[in-house]
């Protein structure tokens, strides 16, 4: 995922009969890239690259031959650009096909002269650059976490006093949920250095009840699905639902332990009739890459027992702005996507659950390959 970086091609050097000339070159630009930027990319001289416009469109260069790939590419990790490799096969014809345009003295020459330049670069811009960025996401995520433990501490003080003083009423109950709402509408919203997309082209209100599954990458999922719609029963894990920082939230909000869901099930039928939804990750873990995982059946098959509609959401970007194994919060764009809503009694999958799950799992793994 490099949408807003490069892709440079990465060839096999062992493998593919490179010219001896052209495997010291790649192997020289490799160690000076290293140098000027601390980061390692196995071909930084593969002609084999895409580049975003994003990346690229402030870019002012001073060379303008074979120099200039090293150049971009020390420019764009200096300006905190991803920069991304891939791996690409290539075919290089006998000696006396090939077709060169390298002066090696000259070119050589201007390599090292530029080499020389980019070594006071990274020393006066390209490494304090980069240690202000790190400095500066850091302050973010303490702010971040330090505004999620203020927030979570309030929210166990207003479900205190208005589900245990105050009574679990129905009342009260969905007025604590309509006041998790906000709160995850204006994390979601306002998360530094991010900006927040939204997409319900069907125009989904959330008032019928229905089954409501989303793919799976970040900590920052669950208040995505919250911000939604106040009316919301959440399955979770067994850690998420005895969790000492948020799990009285969770309980506070009456959300359920998949462990339980047997029996809870007279329960979660008692909310559905009072008009909440089931929300379900079919995924069943955080996706460590934001690819989509395998989708479990559990999810469809309690569709088909309650005979509920089934309502897909698709996120994307939050597995970017915070990875799973990664506690710094990152810059990035938050995406999500009500799709239109699967009716149970319009279905070819009615009767078909097995069916319904592959028939989704297939339509996220799409969408998440097209973004």
């Given at each position: 995922n490099c949408r807003d970086g490069i892709v440079v091609g990465s060839r096999n050097l062992n493998e593919e009969n490179m010219p001896g000339e052209n495997t010291f070159a790649n192997k020289f630009s490799n160690f000076w890239f290293m140098l000027h930027t601390g980061q390692k990319i196995p071909d930084t001289q593969s002609g084999y690259r895409l580049y975003s416009l994003n990346a690229i469109k402030w870019e002012k260069l001073i060379t303008n031959r074979y120099?200039?790939?090293?150049?971009?590419?020390?420019?764009?990790?200096?300006?905190?650009?991803?920069?991304?490799?891939?791996?690409?096969?290539?075919y290089y014809p006998p000696k006396e096909e090939r077709v060169s345009h390298f002066r090696p003295g000259r070119d050589f020459l201007r390599i090292t002269i530029l080499n020389t330049i980019l070594c006071f670069g990274a020393l006066i811009y390209g490494y304090p650059a980069k240690l202000y960025r790190l400095i500066k996401q850091i302050l973010y995520t303490l702010f971040s976490f330090l505004y999620f433990i203020v927030m979570a501490i309030i929210l166990t003080i207003i479900g205190f006093c208005l589900i245990t003083i105050g009574g679990a009423t129905e009342d009260h109950k969905l007025r604590y949920h309509k006041i998790l709402q906000r709160h995850s509408k204006f994390v979601v919203k306002h998360i530094p250095g991010t900006k927040f997309r939204f997409c319900n082209p069907s125009g989904e209100n959330f008032h019928k009840p229905s089954i409501i599954i989303s793919n799976h990458q970040s900590h920052l999922d669950l208040m995505a699905i919250i911000m939604l719609t106040p009316k919301l029963i959440i399955l979770t894990k067994n850690w998420v639902w005895r969790n000492p920082f948020y799990g009285i939230i969770i309980r506070y909000a009456n959300y359920f332990p998949l462990s339980e869901?047997?029996?809870?099930?007279?329960?979660?039928?008692?909310?559905?009739?009072k008009g909440y939804s089931v929300v379900i990750f079919p995924e069943g873990?955080?996706?460590?890459?934001?690819?989509?995982g395998r989708f479990h059946r559990g999810a469809f098959y309690l569709a088909q027992e309650?005979?509920?509609?089934?309502?897909?959401i698709y996120l994307n970007g939050f597995g970017d702005v915070l990875p799973k194994n990664s506690f710094l919060l990152k810059k990035g764009e938050l995406f999500?996507?009500?799709?239109?809503?699967?009716?149970?009694?319009?279905?070819?999958?009615?009767?078909?659950w097995r069916g319904m799950c592959r028939s989704l799992h297939a339509l996220y793994i799409n969408k998440n390959e097209c973004e």
């Open positions: 120099e200039a790939e090293l150049e971009l590419l020390v420019f764009a990790s200096w300006g905190g650009k991803k920069i991304a490799h891939t791996p690409v096969r290539v869901i047997d029996k809870m099930r007279d329960n979660i039928c008692h909310q559905i009739e873990t955080r996706s460590p890459n934001s690819k989509i309650l005979n509920l509609d089934i309502i897909p999500v996507e009500v799709m239109p809503k699967i009716e149970r009694d319009k279905s070819e999958f009615a009767q078909d």
